[in-house]
């Protein structure tokens, strides 16, 4: 058996950097948009709600196709599948500014997610085949950074550039950058060493997914993955209009400077991951959601500082949260895990779609306020589910886990 990435080698911090990059251009793209939901409100004549539907339909492809894209990339192989998703997004996120209305828009975006389904879930189950199990936390938390940073920038690039020029310049230089990095990622990238080919069938698939929602851990993790997600996406969806708003008048730069809070989450995923790997991931995951729901109460201040003081905390939590879950879920298999990590993120971007377009409604209904209880309430569930698990995991400890599949 080849032996696994060993910690601080040279391949190590390769392929970190790899998946790091991999990472940056899913969420880059994935979110890219989001500061651009007042843009299209006014220059399209439609609802915040329709509006958001520019990073909605997105994340639903992304979440109707994972599943499928983890049975193939059990045939095809993890790089092969992660380097098409990544370089066909990019492309399909160039056409969309391309595209004669928003209708159309609407299906580039959508595109856009079905083609980034290849690599979220095939990145988690390559890094728990490739790397060394005991580090397999930190390794995940680097890669969730990446989440950040990507976020962070596509969102930032987009604000910027859209005030200097217009914002199908902005997407077009986005993409650009996303091919390139796509063509580093595939040259960069060691072949898996862990992996066989399995060429099970579609229903083989099937009863694989419904083993594992048949386990209470892994379905209480799902549901904080759909918790965590929703939340996040509702937040920074609708924050703009307040701040784009009397008594602040921010402009779109100004705006798109607030997502520097996403560093936040660079340090937060790779801290909170290691954290969970020596003193357990129950714990963890309960702070991160502390985190997130004291965060999104704090944006409830008129002062712009504790806004983003709010802001900051919810982020941190976010992705500490999201970095400890996934991992969990990964460590929670002993087969399958692609199938597992793409249960996790299919429930984690359905939170994205739902909970990201129903915040517009909140938002019609109580302004910020309506949408801070939405985040809020939905938080609050979150931590319970937690608490449940937390209570499931010491009631086992002391005997085999029958769960595990």
């Known amino acids: 058996m080849s032996q696994y990435i060993v910690t601080n080698s040279r391949q190590y911090w390769k392929t970190n950097i790899a998946l790091f990059l991999g990472s940056f251009v899913t969420f880059a793209l994935l979110y890219c948009v989001q500061p651009l939901i007042p843009i299209f409100s006014q220059e399209f004549m ?4 329709q509006a958001s539907l520019t990073v909605s339909v997105a994340t639903a492809g992304l979440a109707i196709s994972m599943l499928f894209m983890s049975w193939l990339s059990d045939k095809k192989g993890r790089k092969f599948i992660m380097t098409i998703a990544l370089t066909g997004a990019s492309f399909c996120t160039f056409l969309s500014v391309l595209m004669p209305n928003f209708y159309f828009l609407l299906l580039m975006r959508t595109l856009a997610g079905i083609m980034l389904a290849g690599f979220p879930a095939i990145a988690m189950a390559y890094i728990n085949e490739e790397f060394e199990p005991g580090h397999v936390g930190l390794v995940m938390g680097i890669y969730v950074s990446g989440n950040s940073v990507g976020g962070l920038l596509g969102r930032l690039l987009t604000s910027v550039l859209t005030d200097f020029f217009y914002w199908q310049v902005a997407i ?18 060691p072949e898996s060493k862990h992996f066989t080919v399995r060429q099970q069938s579609f229903s083989h698939m099937i009863v694989s997914l419904k083993s594992h929602l048949s386990n209470k851990r ?3 993790l799902y549901s904080i993955g759909f918790i ?4 996040f996406v509702a937040l920074y969806n609708y924050i703009s209009y307040p701040l784009m ?5 921010f402009s779109q730069t100004v705006v798109g400077c607030l997502f520097f809070v996403y560093l936040i989450g660079t340090f937060s995923s790779t801290f909170m991951g290691n954290l969970a790997d020596r003193y357990g991931n129950g714990m963890i995951l309960g702070i991160g959601l502390c985190c997130m729901l004291l965060g999104a109460s704090l944006t409830l201040a008129v002062s712009i500082y504790t806004k983003a003081v709010g802001l900051a905390v919810f982020t941190f939590g976010f992705f500490g949260a999201h970095s400890v879950a996934s991992s969990w879920v990964a460590k929670s298999v002993t ?8 249960l996790y993120l299919l429930f984690y971007y359905i939170g994205s779609s739902i909970l990201g377009a129903t915040g517009g409604s909140f ?8 949408v801070v209880i939405l985040i809020t309430g939905i938080l609050s569930l979150g931590i319970l589910i937690n608490i449940q698990l937390c209570w499931q995991e010491r009631v086992q400890v002391q005997q085999p886990d029958h769960e595990k599949i």
């Open 46 to 49: 439609i609802s915040p709600a």
């Open 245 to 249: 708003a009397p008594p602040y008048n």
């Open 363 to 370: 938002l019609l209904w109580r302004g910020w306020t309506g």
């Open 218 to 220: 892994l379905v209480s």
């Open 335 to 342: 087969t399958n895990r692609s199938q597992a990590s793409a």
């Open 228 to 231: 965590i997600m929703g939340s």
């Open 172 to 189: 077009a230089f986005l993409s650009v950058l996303s091919l390139l990095i796509s063509g580093w990622f595939f040259l960069n990238l």
